[in-house]
């Protein structure tokens, strides 16, 4: 599979995806990332600014607590990850959560699917690629 660089508009967030990913920036700064027939994967990046103190490892152990979620490491930053549910018209969905915490920079990614293709072979291919993305993240 080919892949393609991603750097966002702010660029501190460094990743790769898929090439048969579409991509688009959204409003507010989120950016997606689809096919036509799977999921939804996005990115939206927040910097907090003022002089206040931000304490990342606190707030990631408060939303684990929150969201029932594991801490966890990719090979630069933690984050949290938390799966939770929505429904949308009659379609339950499912959504992997996972949220970075690093100084006063918070990116929040999620990959939404249709609960009833959650077993699906292409579905299950392209989580394996989303987990690629967030164990290859960079926040700089």
Known sequence: MNYIQFTSNQEWIKFVYPSNMISEEEEEGTYLFYTEHTGSFRVTPLKLEGNGNFDA??????????????????????????????????????IFNWIFAVNKKIVYCSYTIDDSDKDNPEILKEKDEILKIINNLKIE
């Open 57 to 94: 490892d606190k707030y990631l152990e408060n939303l684990s607590n929150d969201y029932n979620g594991e801490i966890l490491k990719n090979p630069s930053s933690k984050y949290v990850y938390y799966i939770s549910y929505s429904m949308e018209e009659d379609e339950k969905l499912m």
